[in-house]
């Protein structure tokens, strides 16, 4: 039977699990935006931030004697693999992945909400610390995607209208 810190570590793991994925979708979409630099420059942002988030969960697993799941990150990322071919097949791909994104923003910081309650509960104040830092960092991106979709909408739905323009990406 988990304890928890058993819990406590399994949902490190899938946090770590969950930025692997994160990175995979947010590079596969920013690799493919065109009309939309503003947007692309801010992706590009946060797969760096999603990068040293990975990086940092790993570290605290480590430190609190654990390994990654190499399975857990494996079907993370084929899971945003399969996201992004279908992402890349949609007419409206700049929508429907802003969409999935901020969708995926809440799942994080509800993930990171918890993590800092078992961190607390853990009595381990550095991965607390980690986690309350990466909290802030998906509030913001999650908060810029809020600020900016009905921006993002109204112009693809001008590009839609204007004969040439590539208003999918």
Known sequence: MPDSNDHFMDWLRDAHAMEEQAEQMLTAMSARIETYPEVKQRLDQHIEETRNQAALIAQCIQRRGGDTSTVKD????????????TAAMSSDEIIKGSMASYAFEHFEIASYKSLIVAAEVAGDTETQRVCQAILVEEEAMAKWLADNMPILVKRFLQHADTPGLSEKR
Not at 74 to 85: E, I, N, R
């Open 74 to 85: 494996v079907t993370g990322k084929a899971m945003a693999m399969m996201h992004s071919f």
